[in-house]
């Protein structure tokens, strides 16, 4: 997770377009088991030849679609992110896919994902930007999104209470002295607690939880 300075931070899509290029090497240098953390990512989709339909929040670069392509070669994609330049990268990456993957620039904060449309819907390392009530919204758009059965799941940080409650501090302070504006969207870094995200999803609809993998604070679950 990145320190914030003192000054405003960056907004999220400016953030990830300087860094589109190197991201990949970023998150290998930054996830020690990076590629049991992106196959475990995949792992609840069962190997099937079926077009089955899959939404990729906050996709970036496509980190996770090699996995996923690996359990269903023939999966629907639609991948979303704010940065173009991310974009681009999974674009030029899975250019023999296009067929497959539908891309959209814009915030999944905004963007309509429909009801019942997705056999499962993924995040990885985006959902830790966003406080208890805006998140609480997302998982019930996710939960709407998702057909009878299916899944989402989130690879993320998970935090001790208490490093949950020193960032949530430093971003309410950052509210407080007016760095953040209110509609905007910032690379600020406030995970939660294990406790915290089981009680989201609870509230969201969600009954199953199930945590695939752990290390550190890198966490993957999955729910339904």
């Given at each position: 997770?990145?320190?914030?300075?003192?000054?405003?931070?960056?907004?999220?899509?400016?953030?990830?377009?300087?860094?589109a290029e190197g991201y990949e090497n970023h998150m290998q240098g930054t996830i020690n088991s990076f590629s049991?953390?992106?196959?475990?990512?995949?792992?609840?989709?069962?190997?099937?030849?079926?077009?089955?339909?899959?939404?990729?929040?906050?996709?970036?670069?496509?980190?996770?679609?090699?996995?996923?392509?690996?359990?269903?070669?023939?999966?629907?994609?639609?991948?979303?992110?704010?940065?173009?330049?991310?974009?681009?990268?999974?674009?030029?990456?899975?250019?023999?896919?296009?067929?497959?993957?539908?891309?959209?620039?814009?915030?999944?904060?905004?963007?309509?994902?429909?009801?019942?449309?997705?056999?499962?819907?993924?995040?990885?390392?985006?959902?830790?930007?966003?406080?208890?009530?805006?998140?609480?919204?997302?998982?019930?758009?996710?939960?709407?999104?998702?057909?009878?059965?299916?899944?989402?799941?989130?690879?993320?940080?998970?935090?001790?209470?208490?490093?949950?409650?020193?960032?949530?501090?430093?971003?309410?302070?950052?509210?407080?002295?007016?760095?953040?504006?209110?509609?905007?969207?910032?690379?600020?870094?406030?995970?939660?607690?294990?406790?915290?995200?089981?009680?989201?999803?609870?509230?969201?609809?969600?009954?199953?939880?199930?945590?695939?993998?752990?290390?550190?604070?890198?966490?993957?679950?999955?729910?339904?």
């Amino acid at each position: 997770m990145s320190n914030e300075t003192k000054h405003r931070p960056e907004e999220m899509a400016s953030f990830f377009d300087v860094r589109a290029e190197g991201y990949e090497n970023h998150m290998q240098g930054t996830i020690n088991s990076f590629s049991q953390y992106y196959a475990t990512v995949a792992a609840p989709i069962p190997q099937t030849t079926e077009p089955i339909a899959i939404l990729d929040l906050g996709c970036g670069t496509g980190l996770e679609l090699r996995w996923i392509f690996g359990q269903a070669p023939n999966a629907q994609l639609t991948c979303v992110d704010m940065s173009e330049n991310m974009l681009k990268v999974l674009q030029r990456t899975y250019r023999e896919r296009r067929d497959q993957i539908r891309l959209v620039q814009d915030s999944y904060v905004r963007w309509p994902f429909g009801q019942g449309q997705y056999d499962y819907v993924v995040s990885v390392m985006t959902m830790h930007h966003f406080v208890f009530e805006d998140k609480l919204q997302l998982y019930k758009k996710i939960r709407r999104a998702l057909k009878p059965g299916g899944h989402y799941i989130e690879g993320d940080y998970i935090v001790t209470p208490e490093k949950e409650a020193e960032l949530l501090e430093h971003f309410w302070q950052l509210r407080r002295d007016q760095r953040l504006a209110p509609e905007g969207l910032y690379h600020v870094d406030i995970p939660f607690s294990l406790p915290v995200q089981k009680q989201l999803f609870e509230r969201a609809g969600f009954h199953h939880f199930h945590v695939l993998f752990q290390e550190g604070e890198h966490f993957i679950y999955v729910v339904q």
